[in-house]
């Protein structure tokens, strides 16, 4: 998982990759932990994609740039696009669907 530290690092990561999982979360955000623990112990590994991740604290306007109201939140971009959306609670089942009928 790749820790983003500016806005165009972020849009260079997005627009680089046919598609991208973001990770964007707060500091002492104990679900953002946990959720940045699971995708780093291969939860999404059946989706083959580039993760990145970004502290709000590190660039707070990802919060305007992306309308992200909660943490963590996840953004999966396809073609450098937003296509899918998950906060707090993620299902990552449905990313790797996702994943799945994209590449089909």
Same mark, same amino acid.
Do not use: A, W
């Given at each position: 998982m790749d820790a983003i530290q500016t *806005? !165009? !690092? /972020?849009q260079? &990561? +997005?627009?680089?990759?046919e598609a991208y999982l973001l990770l964007i979360k707060t500091e002492n955000c104990s679900?953002? %932990?946990a959720v940045e623990e699971?995708?780093?112990? @291969?939860v999404l590994d059946e989706a083959e /994609?580039?993760? @990145? #991740?970004?502290? /709000? #604290?590190?660039?707070? %306007?990802? &919060?305007? %740039?992306? /309308? +992200?109201?909660t943490s963590p939140t996840l953004i999966l971009f396809l !073609?450098? #696009?937003e296509q899918w959306r998950g906060s707090?609670?993620? &299902?990552?089942d449905e990313i790797?669907?996702? *994943? #799945?009928l994209w590449r089909s």
């Open positions: *806005m !165009e !690092e /972020l260079t &990561s +997005v627009n680089d990759h679900v953002c %932990e699971q995708i780093n112990q @291969g /994609l580039p993760i @990145g #991740k970004v502290r /709000l #604290k590190d660039i707070p %306007e990802v &919060s305007g %740039e992306f /309308l +992200v109201f !073609e450098g #696009k707090r609670f993620v &299902s990552y790797i669907r996702i *994943m #799945k």
